[in-house]
């Protein structure tokens, strides 16, 4: 079976930096996929790992560990805008992503 | 906007009604997705079709019934659904379903209302 889990919410001030973490215990693994989803909105890619270490993307990082299950996703200079959910996805095998139930961010100014 | 366009964005119907939810993608991508999402829960897996053949069926109701008429379209047919299937129906595609690095993309959705 499949399971993933994030922290449900996370609070941030504005200019900061904030760590989200996803923890996966998994049948199979192709990679692990960061999503970001506005309030009624579709999500959109924010990055993707399937070797240990970081990624960088602009503002965005991705963390992988695959013997610790762990990854984490780090925004830097936090702005208004980047109050949204952020969903771990973790791809088993072909075609099937299981989702986190997601870590729902908000910035305050 | 996104680059995976659904229609239509509402959908209001009776459990005796048969309606067709619609899913275009123009990227050349060989993988399409179904998804249903509740408020405040994640994307769950529906159906996924490679190559225009049905490759995972998440043991979804037969009150759902999927169809790729070609490469660029997802249909998704809807008879005598009830109100627990009120969501919001995310399609979604890829590159294909196998290799690395190949993000879905979502379209908006359709929210689905039944009565």
């Known amino acids: 079976g499949q399971n993933i889990d994030q922290p449900t919410e996370m609070t941030a001030t504005e200019g900061a930096i904030v760590q989200i973490n996803c923890t996966y215990q998994?049948?199979?693994?192709?990679?692990l996929f960061w999503y970001q989803q506005h309030a009624g909105e579709a999500p959109t890619f924010l990055s993707y790992?399937?070797?240990?270490g970081l990624e960088e993307k602009g503002r965005f990082s991705s963390f992988l560990s695959r013997s610790k299950g762990y990854s984490y996703l780090l925004l830097k200079e936090l702005q208004m805008k980047d109050s949204a959910s952020y969903l771990c996805?973790?791809?088993?095998?072909?075609?099937?992503?299981?989702f986190g139930d997601g870590t729902t961010l908000t910035v305050k100014p | 906007d996104t680059e995976v366009t659904q229609t239509p964005k509402h959908l209001v119907m009776g459990m005796t009604n048969k309606k067709s939810l619609k899913c275009e993608q123009h990227?050349?991508?060989?993988?399409m997705y179904w998804y249903k999402q509740k408020a405040k829960k994640p994307p769950e897996l529906m159906f996924v079709y490679s190559y225009e053949k049905l490759s995972i069926n998440e043991s979804v109701p037969s009150r759902f019934s999927p169809e790729c008429p070609n490469s660029s379209l997802l249909n998704l047919h809807l008879h005598a659904l009830q109100p627990e299937d009120s969501a919001l129906y995310l399609c979604?595609?890829?590159?294909?379903?196998?290799?690395?690095?190949?993000?879905?993309?979502f379209g908006d959705g359709t929210r689905l209302s039944i009565l």
């Open positions: 996805a973790v791809k088993a095998n072909a075609g099937k992503s299981t």
């Open positions: 979604a595609s890829s590159l294909t379903t196998g290799g690395f690095n190949q993000p879905q993309h």
């Open positions: 790992n399937v070797l240990d």
């Open positions: 990227m050349g991508h060989r993988a």
């Open positions: 998994t049948s199979g693994f192709n990679g």
